[in-house]
């Protein structure tokens, strides 16, 4: 049997199952927080950053990834804040910095309002958000991705390079990796990286309700949980 609790979100009280997430339960009521490492059904690790919300406790914000932060009795979060969205606009700005040739990362910057990019632009493969980590580990018991060395080293890679032992061949990870799916003009050559912003007018159905759920196609491109938990994989 399910337990609830009480909680407030952007002033809406809402009651939220005990034990799941702030993120999930924005997703679930169709208040949007922007977010990339996050999929249904996996443990969640807070890579990406882009979910920070406020968390208010005693009139004083504390700002945390929401998809770690675990719904309690009376607890007050603010999704969409002046410090929240510029806070989240500089993350997005430096995902799209590192990593132009990713549509989901182009339309996470247009849903987080970057209009130019003041980073150097890199022609990085990986932004490091574990999806294809853990459902490798968690869906698949195959372990055959994992994190290795640390800061500017860190990286995906085979354990002790011995793909063959431990892949099970379901191409899932390719299927999660948001790196998969170039922008809508191609691939962008080295040297010649460029912010979209071609999906812009997305955005005007959500002037007046900026903090909502739209349904926009935005969230197809950075497979943001409200489409993801129609065909997520238990």
């Not at 679930?28 to 690790?45: A, N, R």
């Not at 430096?94 to 132009?100: C, G, K, Q, R, S």
């Not at 994992?146 to 063959?164: D, Q, T």
Request: charged share 25%.
């Amino acid at each position: 049997m399910l337990h609830y609790v009480n909680i407030n979100i952007n002033g809406a009280d809402i009651k939220a199952p005990k034990g799941s997430s702030v993120l999930e339960v924005a997703i679930e009521y169709g208040i949007c927080i922007p977010h990339l490492c996050h999929v249904p059904g996996l443990s969640d690790i807070g890579a990406c950053r882009l979910c920070i919300v406020e968390n208010i406790t005693n009139g004083r914000a504390t700002i945390t990834t929401s998809c770690t932060l675990k719904v309690q009795e009376g607890m007050i979060i603010r999704t969409n804040t002046d410090r929240i969205k510029r806070l989240r606009h500089n993350i997005a700005e430096l995902l799209v910095a590192e990593a132009p040739n990713s549509r989901a990362i182009q339309d996470i910057a247009v849903r987080c309002g970057v209009k130019e990019v003041r980073y150097p632009f890199r022609n990085g493969d990986c932004v490091l958000c574990g999806r294809c980590v853990r459902a490798c580990s968690e869906i698949w018991h195959a372990n055959a991705l994992g994190f290795i060395g640390r800061g500017k080293e860190r990286h995906v890679e085979r354990p002790l390079n011995m793909r063959e032992e431990y892949c099970k061949g379901c191409d899932y990870c390719l299927q999660l990796c948001p790196m998969t799916v170039p922008p809508c003009d191609g691939p962008m050559k080295p040297g010649e990286e460029y912010l979209c912003g071609k999906c812009e007018s997305q955005l005007m159905i959500t002037e007046d309700i900026p903090e909502s759920c739209v349904w926009c196609r935005l969230g197809e491109g950075f497979n943001c949980g409200r489409y993801a938990g129609l065909k997520t994989v238990r």
